[in-house]
Structure formats: structure tokens, C-alpha cells
């Protein structure tokens, strides 16, 4: 019989985990040793806002751009939309035929503006079948030179984490595997993966067990197919519980207990009242269960939060001491909220990696959150949220917690 356990809790309650028969942190403990100890001890000391060494403790890559999806608490499907509404108007109209006579400036029933163009978007996705990509969304893949580059420079740094998925769907690139061998052997310890699972094939989950990852996350945020289709519109629900039962039947057949498997549950308006369910659901089958609150963003469909403060105080993330992301393009990110995407305009990894967490807009940025005049872009992101961050820096980066025995959060080394 398993057993599931509530291990962590922000104190402010925007992220919960759980896991199957307390095995997710030991096998973890146990596969790495004192190097993910002191990975996650480290983690946590930079969480204070002190020091942030030399180099991010991960870095988190999108090696290839969009998504497939239309979920409603992602800005990507607003802004496909806008783009192909900017496209449309700014391509070349058809010459009138001479017998067309004179066409209405609008339509019946045309509308302009946002609303219009979203419109437009999603008209532009009708018809495709759920998880075959949506012909809109063009992607544009990192350069695998500078990839190498990166793991090269983590190798010289011993850099313990690589996420992927970092706003973005990590398997709709075909080099997933290929990818995740590369950062493997190139001596990071915790190599990630975040997906929507959509493009989960068997093959996929094969090669990816093949490849030394670490830990498969797999973003579900529903209990059923109707939940599922209000929240992850032209997700399909029936392939996604398909895919994950192949992975599990792939990681059985071997024998392994790698990649360790996280599910994660969004509270949207979509699942009100499913987390029951889905909890029950995964109890026992995936090694750890997340629960988050949503990080309201502008382009999102999610209600928008009660207006700021005015003047904002200060704001408790830390994540800039402790993870960078890096774009296809070669751009960087400070975080893993899309708040925080403009906070580094113009800064790239082409320099290195060192260069860019030490200098510039990094060190800034650090200043400016451990005073008391963060940027607007993170007051909104600490408001919008009930605490900013993702689970893996949950406690606003300050690490992972425990819960005790009398109920409270406490700081665990992990
Ligand atoms: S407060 Fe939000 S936007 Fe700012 S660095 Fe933290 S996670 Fe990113």
C-alpha cells in the first residue's frame, strides 16, 4: 500500500507538494549523495539574498520556442494570435476581381482591435487535431553550438541543474533526447524536463529514459476531460493520460525508477473543486504531486489580481541569486516567471554565462530586489502571485520546506 505525504507548503499556501511513500527526495539523496545536499543547501543559503556565487545553480533553457497548446494561463496563445492578425493585415491583399464590385470595409459581424485579432488567432488553430501543433506557431530552435557552449562552461563550473521547458514546449523539438545526453554528459547532476505531455509518444519515452534524465514533470491541471479542454484548449485528454501510462509502462518494463515523474495541478477556475480527484488520481503512480496557484500574467485569461499598493514594498524573490534562463535566441531571463521575461532586455549568454550572472543587469537586478525599489515588473509578479516562484523555489525562492509536526513550513535541504 503507498502512501502519500505532504512534504512542503509555502507559508503562503501558492504551492504544495506530495509524495508517493516519502521515495522522490531519498532516491534523489541516495542516487547523488553529498553533491545534491550540498546543491540544495546552497540553494537555500542563497535564498537569504547574500551571495550568488559565481554561477546559477540551474539554468533553465528554452532550446526551441512555442507551444502547441491554448491554455488559458499562458500569455503565448494571446500573443500567436496577435501576431497572426499583424501578419494577415500586413500581407499583400488579393487584386479585386473587376466583376467583385466594391467590398465592404467590414464585414457583418467583423470585429477589429484585440478581441478581433484573438479571434483571428484561434480561427487560425480551428481544425487541428489537439497536440499536432498549431500551424500559427512558428518555432525557432537554439543553435546547438551555443548549447554546447553552455553545458561546456556548466562543466567547468560543476553547474548542478538544467531545467527544460522554460516557457515553452520542450518536446516539440526533436532534439529533446539528444539534448538532455548532452547536458548528462556533461556532468549535470539534475537535468529536468517540464512538458505538457501532449508529444509524449512511447518512442519519446523511451528515449528519453535513454537519456540519463532526471525528472519528467508533466503539467495535467485537471481531473477529467471537460476541466481539461477549459484549461488546456487543444490539449487532448485522452492521449495525455495515454502518454504518462507509456512512460510509467516504459520506466516498468526496465525496471527503473528514472526519470522520476511529477504531475502538477494549476488551481484555475477551469478545476475548481478537482483537486480531490486528481489527487486521488495520481496517488501512488507519480512520484511527486504538485499543486500551485496561478501567477496572473496580462495576456493570460485568468481573473486579474486586487490593483497594487502604492508605492509597492519590497518583494521576497530570490530566484535571481539562485537559476537563469536562457532563450533560443541566446537571450536571458532571471526567473521563471513570464513577468520577469523584459528584466534582462538585451542581455545574452553569447558572452558566457558567468559573465552575465556576475555583471550588467543580473547584479542590478539584484541590487534592486534587496532594496526596497524592485522593479515594477516584480511588484507586479509578487502581487500577482501569492508568493513568486515556481515549486522547485517555492517559500519566494527561498528553498524547499517540510511540513513538522505541528503543521508548519519548515526549510528542507532539497
Ligand atoms: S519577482 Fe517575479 S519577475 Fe521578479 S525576478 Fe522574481 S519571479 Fe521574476
Request: hydrophobic share 40%; net charge positive; with cysteine.
Amino acid at each position: 500500500m503507498t502512501a502519500t505525504t505532504l512534504v512542503h507548503r509555502d507559508p503562503g499556501g501558492a504551492a504544495s507538494l506530495y509524495e508517493t511513500d516519502l521515495r522522490y527526495t531519498k532516491l534523489l539523496e541516495g542516487r547523488f549523495g553529498e553533491r545534491f545536499l550540498s546543491y540544495r543547501r546552497a540553494w537555500r543559503e542563497r535564498s537569504e539574498g547574500g551571495d550568488p556565487g559565481d554561477f546559477p545553480l540551474s539554468l533553465d533553457i528554452s532550446a526551441s520556442s512555442g507551444c502547441q497548446l491554448d491554455c488559458v494561463m499562458c500569455p503565448l496563445p494571446r500573443r500567436r494570435a496577435a501576431e497572426a492578425a499583424a501578419a494577415k493585415a500586413a500581407a499583400p491583399s488579393k487584386p479585386a476581381r473587376p466583376d467583385a464590385g466594391a467590398a465592404p470595409t467590414a464585414a457583418p459581424g467583423h470585429e477589429g482591435g484585440a478581441a478581433g485579432s484573438a479571434r483571428a488567432g484561434r480561427r487560425a488553430g480551428a481544425g487541428r487535431k489537439a497536440g499536432e501543433g498549431n500551424p500559427g506557431a512558428k518555432r525557432r530552435l537554439m543553435d546547438i553550438g551555443l548549447f554546447r557552449r553552455l553545458m561546456d562552461e556548466g562543466r567547468e563550473r560543476s553547474l548542478p541543474a538544467v531545467t527544460f521547458g522554460l516557457g515553452s514546449e520542450p518536446l516539440l523539438d526533436p532534439r529533446a533526447p539528444e539534448l538532455v545526453r548532452i547536458a548528462v554528459n556533461s556532468g549535470v547532476m539534475d537535468v529536468r524536463l517540464g512538458t505538457n505531455g501532449q508529444a509524449l509518444t512511447r518512442e519519446l519515452s523511451e528515449a528519453l529514459a535513454d537519456s540519463g534524465l532526471t525528472r519528467l514533470e508533466v503539467s495535467v491541471d485537471a481531473a477529467g476531460p471537460e476541466s481539461y479542454a477549459r484549461a488546456r484548449p487543444g490539449g487532448d485528454w485522452r492521449r495525455l493520460l495515454a502518454n504518462i501510462e507509456g512512460f510509467l509502462d516504459v520506466r516498468a518494463k526496465r525496471g527503473l525508477k528514472w526519470p522520476l515523474l511529477r504531475v502538477s495541478f494549476l488551481k484555475l477556475p477551469a478545476n475548481r473543486g478537482e483537486l480531490p480527484l486528481f489527487k486521488a488520481a495520481w496517488e501512488g503512480r507519480a512520484d511527486m504531486i504538485s499543486v500551485q496557484e496561478p501567477i496572473w500574467f496580462p495576456e493570460s485569461l485568468l481573473p486579474a489580481p486586487p490593483p497594487l499598493p502604492s508605492p509597492p514594498g519590497p518583494v521576497a524573490c530570490r530566484q535571481p541569486w539562485q537559476r537563469l534562463g536562457v532563450l533560443e535566441d541566446g537571450s536571458l531571463w532571471p526567473c521563471c516567471s513570464w513577468h520577469g521575461e523584459r528584466l534582462l532586455r538585451g542581455e545574452t549568454a553569447e558572452g558566457g554565462v558567468a559573465r552575465a550572472w556576475k555583471f550588467g543587469a543580473m547584479a542590478s537586478l539584484r541590487l534592486a530586489l534587496a532594496g526596497d525599489g524592485p522593479p515594477p515588473a516584480c511588484a507586479v509578479c509578487a502581487s500577482a502571485g501569492r508568493a513568486p516562484g515556481c515549486p522547485e523555489g517555492g517559500n519566494g525562492g527561498r528553498g524547499m520546506g517540510r511540513i513538522s509536526a505541528n503543521g508548519e513550513a519548515r526549510l528542507i535541504d532539497r
